[in-house]
């Protein structure tokens, strides 16, 4: 028996998320997949290399670890001041 005949069972409260390239995932979002992979090797962006050994390394992605990267970055500089006696 081949493995692409091969079944996992699965229940139907898990579900598996897949992975995505670096193109997909730049396009998500909205940078170049150059700027992507570099935020990527530092550890700035969410990343899986295939084979962490490899001295070119292929990436993969899931994009709901990138959303809550988004959710989850603000950057202060653009939000407007608190009020000091912390009305509006």
Do not use: C, Y
């Amino acid at each position: 028996m081949s493995a692409s005949h091969l079944s996992v069972p699965v229940s139907p409260s898990q579900t598996f998320e897949r992975f995505v390239d670096a193109e997909t995932a730049a396009a998500f979002l909205g940078i170049t997949r150059r700027t992507l992979l570099q935020k990527a090797r530092v550890g700035r962006i969410p990343g899986h290399p295939l084979d962490p050994a490899a001295k070119k390394r292929e990436w993969r992605f899931k994009l709901s670890e990138l959303d809550r990267l988004l959710s989850s970055e603000v950057n202060s500089r653009l939000q407007p001041p608190e009020p000091a006696n912390g009305r509006i």
